[in-house]
RNA sequence: GUGAUUGUAGCUCAGUUGGUUAGAGCGCCAGUUUGUGGCUCUGGAGGUCGCCGGUUCGAACCCGGUCUUUCACCCCA
């Protein structure tokens, strides 16, 4: 057989274990906070059924989702009329399953599937890759994992104001500056009703978006490009909406109160901003000034109703690390209406980005083990081995190297890993019972006993 | 999907108007040191120049295609 060379889809990646432990860094921090949160894990198959996630996530979301070809042979029952119409047309026949596009429409399958299972309202977490079929850029794989945390089953304001709290514990413990930026659809809707085009209220929001980056002019040439009358461009700019920080949330909520006081929408959706922001600090009591209000924030899942929330690292320039919000039926999509839930997602392989380029690794996650014990001789092995079975039994990872190799390259071996104790029973060792010892970093040896060993393991921890 | 961009040793990169045997630094291996990593010194291995095709007497270099990298747009974590 022709040797393969080695090579890897585009936009995925291996890691190997100095990635690894950085990646299970972060995760864990996510996972213990979401538990702390009183969510509890699922997972789904990496597999959904076209039918579940079609359509959920626009005519973009469905050009973006990796298709599994049907097993056997799938072009059994195509005639060859039918490869005329194009790809679209026999794309029913050969694939009848895809790769998750994300974790909360297979969520709300599982939702509708065991609802006679599930008490709610149900708190679920769930950590697992997904993928895209997007070109790959800054920030952008083609499988990533998400990490989310969704309760369904409530419409209580008390969830919007808790998870924006676990948003900002997670990334204070990951020692990473955020901005939790917070809207709710509602206030969409009603700016569109307010400057005259409800009907347009997508064409409207997805310009809109881009104000901080195309800034005020471009989101007005944007608007008159797509058809929209000038007055709407004037009216906007009359509004002078940017994000707000804590310090003058008040003002612009009042503003609105009067500019939306014939629009019920509106005033429904500033007054959930105000319940949500009053309760922030029964949370937490600084975590206000973490919360921006930004009008202009609309984020692209069509199915979300009420509040959404998007967070953007202020350590380093990136997409937004994390997003969420309050979807009123997405499990009416599968047969079940009138479920309101609520959900953040942090997106893991971002954060590890921002966290490596702003260098806020732990220093402690270099070294793995902590002990490697050399391979003198057969003589002395008997006692090196019951030295590397104290020590893992006092909660202490230790390896001995395998081989009978040259004593230096044994010791390098340790430095190339990160190993910082080295622990060697030579001939003179063996007969006076202790260990020579060497810490790396420092280069200093000791002579110890077992005991002495462990505990001065255990106090440079 | 649109528009750019990258690919030469394990890594980071040189490589003249197209010319014989493609280089450097770091890393790696061996020795210096058969009870000790890092420092020094000595020696050594390692390359289908991403892949396929074309032009040419001759291609790492020019042309086409393809894969890949990175980046922007679209969209998003």
Redesign the pocket.
Known sequence: MKVA?P?????TRDFLPEEMRKRQYIFNIIESHFKKFGFLPVETPAQENLSVLSGKY?E??DQLMFRILNSGDFLKDISPDSLTGGYKNVLPYISEKALRY?LTVPFARMVVMHQHEINFPFKRYQIQPVW?A????????RE?Y?CDADVIGSDSLLLEAELITLYYEIFSALNLKVNILLNNRKILTALSIYLGIPEQLTEFT?ILD?LD?IGIAGVVEAWNAKGFPESVGEAFINLDIKSTSHLDFRNTINRFQVLFSDIPVGLEGLSELITVWELLPHFNRTLQQHVSLDFTLA???NYYTGAILE?KSLDTEM?????GGRYDNLTGLFGLPGISGMGI?L?A??IYDVIEAAGKFPEYLISAVQVLLIYFDDQTLPATLKVLQELRNAGISAEIYPDQK???KQ??FA??KNIPW?G?I????LSTQTL?V?Y????A?YSWDIPSFISEIKKAK
Do not use: C, H, N, W
């Not at 030579?426 to 060792?429: A, H, I």
């Open positions: 060379k090579t890897l889809p585009k936009g626009g973009e979301g994300d895209r997007d070109r790959p850029q800054k920030g952008r794989y990533f998400q997805i881009k980056k984020r692209g899942l967070v997409g937004s690390i994390g997003g997602s997106g392989d971002r040259k004593i230096g010791y390098e430095a190339k080295v060697l030579g001939t003179s060792e020579k060497k790396l970093p420092t280069g040896e």
